[in-house]
């Protein structure tokens, strides 16, 4: 069971934009999978969230050579996204100036 699943009442109340009394509710008509918990010395008791997706495990990837080929020159990239941007600001404030 991975940690990320487990939510409490208040947090699944607000989630699902319902009161914490109807969570409560559904808790103990048992529509509501639980989980009690000791968190902090206290014995607590958590939904288990089966929305949220579970996180796969990574694979281990060993460091790759940077081939020249897909290595970016970001100075030029930014230069023409820059001119790309002047261009279209260009065309607003002329659209807008027409209007």
Known sequence: MLEQNLITMQQYAVKYKM???GVVKLVNAKKLKTIKKNVEGEEREFIID???PSLK????????ESNDE???N???EFHK???KYI???????K???SN
Not at 57 to 64: D, M
Not at 87 to 93: F, H, I
């Open 70 to 72: 897909t290595t970016m």
């Open 50 to 52: 089966e929305t949220v």
């Open 87 to 93: 261009e279209l600001q260009d065309k607003y404030t």
């Open 19 to 21: 009161s914490t009394f």
């Open 74 to 76: 970001y100075e030029v």
């Open 81 to 83: 996204l820059l001119a």
């Open 95 to 97: 659209l807008i100036e």
């Open 57 to 64: 495990p990574l694979k281990s990837e060993t460091p790759t």
